[in-house]
């Protein structure tokens, strides 16, 4: 199991490949704040139905929303439940967003990005080439580090 933030939730659903989400981590849980970006927000939007009815993502609340306070006000809402809810669980955290990953890494929480996805889904067979994938991530004007791409490609062999 892992906690996601809404951005690589968001990003996997435009390119129609949320199966590899299922595929790699097999469970995900968000909490409210990432529920209400996916579904409320998003209604109408790729994925927010399949967000909204899917039992492998599943909703949490914090055990202690107190906490709340405790994060820096340049996160979003869905980033700080999402942090202090892998922290709370001691899972690692699905986000992509440079400052709530920082945040999270600061706070010793195991963080992984799409890369990482796309990277395990080609190395459990899922999928046969990453780079394809990354390309329409990157087409549905989804922000990736380019500092992170040639490591990335040459990691899974397709430099």
Do not use: C
Not at 49 to 61: D, L, S, T, Y
Not at 129 to 136: H, I, M
């Amino acid at each position: 199991m892992i906690i996601a933030d809404t951005g690589p939730l968001i990003a996997f659903a435009r390119i129609a490949r949320l199966d590899l989400l299922r595929h790699v981590v097999e469970q995900i849980s968000i909490p409210e704040a990432v529920y209400r970006e996916l579904v409320v927000k998003g209604k109408g939007k790729p994925g927010a139905a399949e967000f909204e009815n899917v039992a492998w993502i599943q909703r949490r609340g914090l055990r202690d929303p107190t906490a709340l306070a405790l994060l820096p006000t340049f996160l979003h809402p869905g980033e700080i439940e999402a942090i202090l809810l892998a922290e709370e669980l001691r899972v690692p955290f699905l986000i992509d967003e440079h400052r709530g990953r920082k945040v999270a890494l600061d706070r010793g929480i195991n963080v992984l990005g799409s890369l990482a996805i796309l990277a395990q889904a080609k190395r459990r067979g899922y999928i046969d080439r990453a780079k394809p994938l990354l390309d329409a991530l990157l087409s549905a004007a989804y922000w990736i580090d380019d500092e992170l791409v040639p490591g990335f490609l040459s990691e899974v062999g397709e430099a």
